[in-house]
């Protein structure tokens, strides 16, 4: 699975790290049983025929529960695979109605755009997504949990806005920052420097193509 890998990798990690602590919704139990029966098809994703089952579980999972980020969430990378990007759209637009703090799912709205060459809108939800973080930022202790994570799509942002020279000191300083971890082989650091002194181009195509990076 090549199409968004990146978006479809960080979505839970985002959804579920951000924000999302003081919610008392309680989904409803069909929808999450669907949801989970779709789930079970993720090992045959690069199967059009099984991805496309998925979504009509996930459909009739979020026609029970429309308030089901989960399964929206799990709809989009379903979507993004089959490269239905204009029903991913309307999908992450969907998600930021049921989470408009999240920071992260205005960033993939805006790698979205990117896809469909919408420069306009895509620049908009970068630019929301830069300022959720910042915001965020300005109080975060640099030993919270979510730091690095939040650092590198403010960086991301600031990229896909153009401006590279501020987002590359970001990075840098992030890495210098970051204590060496051998037992789980530095995976942060690695991360950090693969996106590191990238262009906007190279890291949509890093974005699009990350197992040819990966190897």
């Known amino acids: 699975m090549t199409t968004l890998k990146f978006i479809t990798a960080f979505l839970l990690i985002a959804l579920y790290s951000c924000g999302q602590k003081s919610t008392k919704y309680k989904p409803n139990p069909a929808a999450i049983q669907l949801n989970n029966q779709a789930m079970t098809l993720v090992t045959h994703i690069d199967n059009p025929d099984s991805s496309r089952k998925a979504i009509s579980l996930l459909n009739k999972?979020?026609?029970?529960?429309?308030?089901?980020?989960?399964?929206?969430?799990?709809?989009?990378?379903?979507?993004?695979?089959?490269?239905?990007?204009?029903?991913?759209?309307?999908?992450?637009n969907?998600?930021?109605?049921?989470?408009?703090?999240?920071?992260?799912?205005?960033?993939?709205?805006?790698?979205?755009?990117?896809?469909?060459?919408?420069?306009?809108?895509?620049?908009?939800?970068?630019?929301?997504?830069?300022?959720?973080?910042?915001?965020?930022?300005?109080?975060?202790?640099?030993?919270?949990?979510?730091?690095?994570?939040?650092?590198?799509?403010?960086?991301?942002?600031?990229?896909?806005?153009?401006?590279?020279?501020?987002?590359?000191?970001?990075l840098k300083d992030l890495y210098d920052n970051q204590p060496n971890n051998p037992e789980y082989d530095n995976a942060e650091k690695k991360y950090i420097q693969s996106i590191m002194n990238k262009s906007k181009k190279d890291l949509i195509d890093f974005m699009n193509n990350s197992d040819k990076y990966s190897r």
């Open 61 to 92: 999972a979020t026609t029970i529960d429309s308030n089901y980020v989960l399964g929206y969430s799990n709809k989009l990378m379903f979507y993004c695979q089959l490269k239905q990007f204009d029903k991913a759209i309307l999908t992450i």
């Open 94 to 170: 969907k998600i930021i109605s049921l989470r408009p703090n999240n920071h992260y799912t205005y960033l993939i709205g805006g790698l979205l755009y990117e896809k469909v060459g919408d420069t306009v809108f895509s620049k908009t939800y970068f630019t929301k997504s830069l300022t959720l973080c910042n915001a965020i930022l300005d109080t975060m202790n640099i030993k919270n949990r979510d730091y690095v994570f939040m650092t590198i799509n403010q960086a991301i942002n600031l990229k896909m806005l153009n401006d590279s020279t501020k987002a590359n000191k970001i």
